[in-house]
């Protein structure tokens, strides 16, 4: 991939489009959304992969996810909860089992997992067996 660098942001062609980087959100996606969004976007997608895999129905599936940072340390990520809920009927144990799958499998979490707490929580919005 190559950046051009430009006055208030960097910019890239990617083969979805051209993304644009930069601190400032009128002239740009910031970088932390952008890390968040790809550990979102691995995760999601492979809790969508084991859920069909498994057999677990859902109408809607919504991952939530906050952050802890560090403003004595550059603000640094130390922290990042993701809380996934489905509207489909999922037990408190196979939310726990899917949740450890997720963690252990995508690729983005993984390159993360020993310098950021990650959390991550799969539970059903209309009650468990």
Known sequence: MQYIVHENHLETKLSYGKLAISPDEEAGYRPFELFVSSLAGCSGSLLRTLLRKK??????????????RNSAHANRIEQLTFNASIDGDLTEDQGRKVADLVVKNCGMIQSVVDAIDIRFTVVSRVGSR
């Open 55 to 68: 057999r677990i129905t859902y109408r809607t599936l919504t991952l939530d996810v906050s952050a802890v």
